[in-house]
């Protein structure tokens, strides 16, 4: 049977990072109007009881809680297991509203600018995002071999893409967030629409920032965090490490420098959400990469053989 592609949009994934609650918001009041190409989307507030209380979430990260044995435990006690089981059965690729392609849209208190992220090396989310950074020049951070970081939303529909803006404080509107979510999500819709006609070209080549590995605030013997981000280092996302430059200062003088060989490009610098996760930032290493062909064919399949 021939099934119309669907897109689900989420925003809201983490309740205090609004810019895009508030676009969708407003969108479905109709005080604006966001072009999707005639494509049917399904636009969802990600953990709407994480919205309503202020916080990123209620009992944990519901961006971590797409574990494959959580997706059936809709009466898991863990809200954001059951919320992640319930997103599944409604908009999933086998649910009552069956979604091909989610798009996530978070913001990040790290001067990041606006990205992409993709987990893993999905042939179709890969080409998805080569031809996203064609078009409007975003880096694609590339999140993999990480054991302590999984469960990510995208990853339980067959092609998804995650979009960072920042910075922004959580919890807070700014006109600039709220104009770049409304372009990607155009864009991103706009080249799905471009394959679904196979009316494009894609890029022969894409840039990736591939992760490598995060790394903690500096601690005492008792686990306390006694350091801080290096006014040399703060704001200094996407700019690549030189051995010995500044990480972190203590307020003793002491400066903790960068002793790797390679020249790594660090990212979510001093991200707010992180520090519970251990994290003062991560590195990545630039690639450029070929775009394949199976990659192209897989998201080709994707949207057109229904
Ligand atoms: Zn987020």
């Known amino acids: 049977m021939m099934m119309p592609l669907q897109v689900l949009l989420v925003a809201g994934t983490h309740g205090n990072e609004i810019n895009g609650i508030f676009l969708f918001d407003q969108w479905k009041k109709s005080s604006l109007s966001i072009n999707t ?3 049917k989307t399904y636009k969802v507030i990600g953990n709407p009881e994480a919205q309503k209380a202020g916080k990123r979430y ?19 006690s863990i809200l954001e297991v059951s919320r992640a089981s319930q997103l599944v059965n409604l908009y999933g690729e086998a649910g009552e509203n069956p979604c091909q392609i989610a798009l996530d849209f978070h913001t990040t208190t790290a001067s990041m600018g606006s990205c992409l992220v993709v987990y893993g090396r999905r042939h179709a989310d ?7 950074q064609n078009q409007l020049g975003l880096p694609i951070y590339l999140h993999e071999s990480d054991q302590k970081q999984t469960g990510f939303l995208v990853e339980s529909w067959p092609c998804g893409i995650v979009v960072e803006i920042g910075p922004i404080a959580q919890g807070l509107l700014n006109s600039r967030v709220i104009s770049q979510t409304k372009l990607i999500l155009e864009a991103s819709m706009e080249k799905i629409h471009q394959i679904k006609n196979l009316n494009l070209f894609f890029p022969d080549k894409l840039i990736i920032h591939r992760h490598i590995k995060s790394i903690d605030f500096p ?16 704001s200094k996302d996407w ?68």
Do not use: C
Not at 58 to 76: G, P
Not at 219 to 234: A, C, S
Not at 272 to 300: C, G, H, P
């Open 58 to 76: 209620i009992h944990q990260d519901l961006n971590r809680s797409f574990q494959e044995e959580s997706v059936l435990s809709i009466n898991s």
């Open 239 to 306: 700019q690549k490490l030189k051995k010995n430059d500044e990480l972190f200062s203590k307020l003793n003088g002491e400066i903790i420098r960068f002793k790797e060989d390679e020249p790594y490009i660090p990212v979510f610098i001093n991200e707010a959400a992180y520090v519970e996760k251990n994290i003062a930032m991560s590195f990545t290493k630039r690639e450029l990469w070929d775009l394949k062909k199976e990659w192209k064919q897989s998201l080709i399949d994707l949207v057109n053989q229904r």
């Open 37 to 39: 190409y005639g494509i």
């Open 219 to 234: 601690r005492d013997e008792e686990g306390n965090i006694d350091g801080y981000v290096h006014p040399l280092r703060q």
């Open 126 to 132: 890969l080409a998805l995002a080569s031809l996203i």
